[in-house]
């Protein structure tokens, strides 16, 4: 399973943090699958590819808390097809 998650980077005192699709069991630091976005929240500024969120979105990923609200916050929520209901 995969997870859209953060990976701190920086200094000490000065975090900043890519947003990666990461394997669930992977460690917060790990080998990640692909870097989709970049956080810094001391300037208050994202990054985001928002096709490859798109991609891993639409595949199943899970977003985890801080991230989800990173993505609400640039509604690419908007921008996902919804699913057509399946009828039998």
């Known amino acids: 399973m995969?997870?859209?998650r953060?990976?701190?980077c920086g200094r000490t005192q000065r975090a900043v943090y890519r947003i990666v699709a990461i394997d669930v069991r992977s460690r917060r630091e790990?080998?990640?699958?692909r870097k989709?976005?970049?956080y810094d929240p001391i300037k208050n500024q994202t990054y985001l590819n928002v096709p490859a969120i798109l991609y891993f979105l639409e595949r199943g990923a899970q977003p985890t808390g801080t991230v989800y609200d990173i993505l609400k916050k640039a509604e690419v929520f908007k921008e996902l097809r919804p699913t057509e209901p399946k009828f039998t």
């Open 2 to 4: 995969v997870k859209l």
């Open 6 to 8: 953060l990976k701190r």
């Open 30 to 33: 790990g080998r990640d699958l």
């Open 36 to 38: 989709v976005g970049f």
